[in-house]
């Protein structure tokens, strides 16, 4: 029988708890510690998870020895903690962006690689089975040559975000998954960044990324007072529409070619276009985070590679200081 994976969480804040959740729920692995420097907290979810904690995360890790640890701490935390954990060769499950900057986003995949462990930044949204969904039906050819593709990405203010910006907390999501779809990097960048209630970090952007065959416009802010995750994809022969939150993806075919066989007048067309019907996708609903975190153990469980260089592409378009830049 397989020795199960023993695994742990370093910051149990509020994704850190989720993280938490789904360990303690999941079967075939030991789910030893928690390791938070708040120690009311790190009681409070010890207690209510039956769990060892340690206000030390390196203690943690020399006492418990954990195969796999989750890094759910601020951002700003993230390269050293995450080097930390490579330097006791602990396989690591690190939540996104992977740094503060891509030179600490690259030194952390070469000390992994030098360590010979496996690091996963966890870009959540590539493992929602709607986006997978949209995946699939690109490359099937469903939708033809994307053109364009929108994102929007906004709500109201997080007040549990102290150290990021928008670029970084959100707007990452969706250029990493237009990267992700288009299996491609764009050629330039636009970004408009702007302080609109917070004075010192930008709550509110828009990008304009140009790829070799595409364009895609991302919209992200931290001042619409309503929640919306959604993606638009423009092609050649179709249109997709979908919903991160509930996974909804419906499909619209051009109706083009029928149009030129059949219309003779404008009036027709306009009639045409708007009896266009979207058929939606089935899709099997699950919870990202789960799907992401079973990935990750049945990757070291396997010892199948994982490159996290995606996780840096993100982050350096995201970071683009110029106003219009080339990458």
């Not at 079967?27 to 030893?32: E, N, R």
């Not at 995450?82 to 891509?102: M, W």
């Not at 998954?177 to 970090?201: F, G, M, S, W």
């Given at each position: 029988?397989?020795?199960?994976?023993?695994?742990?969480?370093?910051?149990?804040?509020?994704?850190?708890?989720?993280?938490?959740?789904?360990?303690?729920?999941?079967?075939?692995?030991?789910?030893?510690?928690?390791?938070?420097?708040?120690?009311?907290?790190?009681?409070?979810?010890?207690?209510?998870?039956?769990?060892?904690?340690?206000?030390?995360?390196?203690?943690?890790?020399?006492?418990?020895?954990?195969?796999?640890?989750?890094?759910?701490?601020?951002?700003?935390?993230?390269?050293?903690?995450?080097?930390?954990?490579?330097?006791?060769?602990?396989?690591?499950?690190?939540?996104?962006?992977?740094?503060?900057?891509?030179?600490?986003?690259?030194?952390?995949?070469?000390?992994?690689?030098?360590?010979?462990?496996?690091?996963?930044?966890?870009?959540?949204?590539?493992?929602?089975p709607a986006v997978k969904k949209v995946k699939?039906?690109?490359?099937?050819?469903?939708?033809?040559?994307?053109?364009?593709?929108?994102?929007?990405?906004?709500?109201?203010?997080?007040?549990?975000?102290?150290?990021?910006?928008?670029?970084?907390?959100?707007?990452?999501?969706?250029?990493?998954?237009?990267?992700?779809?288009?299996?491609?990097?764009?050629?330039?960048?636009?970004?408009?960044?702007?302080?609109?209630?917070?004075?010192?970090?930008?709550?509110?952007?828009?990008?304009?990324?140009?790829?070799?065959?595409?364009?895609?416009?991302?919209?992200?802010?931290?001042?619409?007072?309503?929640?919306?995750?959604?993606?638009?994809?423009?092609?050649?022969?179709?249109?997709?529409?979908m919903n991160y939150i509930t996974q909804k993806?419906?499909?619209?075919?051009?109706?083009?070619?029928?149009?030129?066989?059949?219309?003779?007048?404008?009036?027709?067309?306009?009639?045409?276009?708007?009896?266009?019907?979207?058929?939606?996708?089935?899709?099997?609903?699950?919870?990202?985070?789960?799907?992401?975190?079973?990935?990750?153990?049945?990757?070291?469980?396997?010892?199948?590679?994982?490159?996290?260089?995606?996780?840096?592409?993100?982050?350096?378009?995201?970071?683009?200081?110029?106003?219009?830049?080339?990458?």
């Amino acid at each position: 029988m397989a020795k199960k994976l023993k695994c742990a969480v370093i910051g149990v804040g509020k994704m850190g708890i989720n993280h938490v959740r789904v360990y303690s729920e999941l079967a075939g692995i030991d789910f030893v510690a928690i390791g938070e420097v708040n120690e009311q907290l790190g009681k409070e979810v010890s207690d209510q998870y039956n769990v060892k904690h340690y206000k030390d995360y390196m203690q943690m890790i020399e006492v418990e020895k954990p195969d796999i640890v989750s890094i759910c701490v601020p951002t700003s935390f993230h390269y050293k903690v995450g080097i930390d954990c490579i330097n006791t060769k602990t396989n690591i499950l690190l939540e996104k962006p992977i740094a503060t900057t891509v030179e600490e986003g690259k030194e952390l995949i070469k000390s992994a690689k030098k360590n010979n462990i496996k690091l996963l930044v966890g870009h959540i949204e590539r493992h929602n089975p709607a986006v997978k969904k949209v995946k699939e039906l690109i490359e099937e050819g469903k939708i033809g040559k994307i053109t364009s593709i929108i994102a929007r990405r906004v709500g109201g203010f997080p007040y549990q975000i102290r150290d990021a910006n928008i670029m970084v907390d959100l707007a990452i999501h969706d250029i990493d998954i237009i990267n992700y779809l288009l299996a491609d990097t764009p050629q330039e960048v636009c970004v408009n960044r702007q302080r609109i209630h917070i004075e010192k970090r930008e709550d509110s952007v828009e990008y304009f990324l140009k790829y070799k065959h595409a364009s895609a416009y991302i919209q992200t802010n931290w001042i619409t007072p309503v929640k919306i995750r959604k993606l638009n994809i423009t092609g050649s022969e179709g249109y997709i529409q979908m919903n991160y939150i509930t996974q909804k993806v419906e499909l619209y075919q051009s109706n083009y070619d029928k149009f030129k066989e059949e219309s003779k007048g404008f009036s027709d067309y306009i009639l045409r276009f708007g009896a266009t019907v979207g058929e939606e996708i089935p899709v099997e609903k699950k919870e990202p985070l789960v799907e992401e975190i079973k990935y990750f153990i049945h990757c070291v469980a396997s010892n199948k590679p994982i490159n996290s260089e995606f996780a840096l592409e993100a982050l350096q378009i995201a970071l683009v200081e110029n106003t219009s830049s080339k990458i």
